[in-house]
């Protein structure tokens, strides 16, 4: 009997040390999948987030890019024809000599103007013909004067003068 016994105690033995190392390799593989997952998912947020930074950051340069470039030309057409082409408002062929260059340099600008707190306004519009036709807004308080001036006098009839 005792042989039994020893035997049930062997086979009880036995199947304790498979049970026990069955439940640490399973831990240890449980352990290992998640502090492995932890690190792909996060490796994974890195890289997605630097791809999006990078094309963020290439997005914004394209497109402010063109805005860049008319800045550019703009303040050295500002250094070239005169110090503050606003405070010269008076003197239009100066003002308007500054806006074609501009509008020469841009072609996709319709029309350049300034206009001021009384509803007064100067602007030069490029027509459907490519001429630049002359706005002149005058407020005077009871009455908005409109005064075009066109080197194509068909024009005129799309455009015109209103007192």
């Known amino acids: 009997m005792k042989k039994k016994r020893f035997r049930f105690r062997v086979l009880y033995g036995i199947i304790l040390i498979n049970t026990v190392f069955v439940i640490i390799s399973g831990a240890t593989i449980l352990s290992s999948m998640w502090i492995n997952s932890e690190r792909n998912a996060r490796e994974l947020?890195?890289?997605l987030i630097?791809?999006?930074q990078n094309?963020?950051?290439?997005?914004?340069?394209v497109y402010?890019?063109?805005a860049k470039a008319v800045n550019q030309g703009i303040?050295?057409?500002?250094?070239?024809y005169f110090t503050n082409p606003f405070n010269n408002i008076n003197n239009r062929d100066l003002l308007f000599g500054y806006?074609?260059?501009?509008m020469n340099i841009y072609p996709q600008f319709k029309m350049v103007y300034y206009a001021d707190t009384d509803g007064s306004l100067i602007m030069l519009f490029r027509m459907n013909d490519g001429s630049y036709s002359k706005r002149l807004v005058h407020n005077t308080g009871t009455l908005i004067h409109t005064n075009w001036e066109h080197p194509?006098?068909?024009n005129y009839g799309a455009y015109p003068n209103t007192m």
Do not use: C, D, H, S
């Open 45 to 47: 947020a890195g890289a």
């Open 50 to 52: 630097e791809k999006i």
């Open 55 to 61: 094309t963020v950051a290439n997005q914004t340069i």
């Open 64 to 66: 402010f890019q063109p």
């Open 75 to 80: 303040a050295f057409m500002l250094y070239r």
């Open 99 to 102: 806006y074609e260059e501009i």
């Open 152 to 154: 194509n006098p068909v």
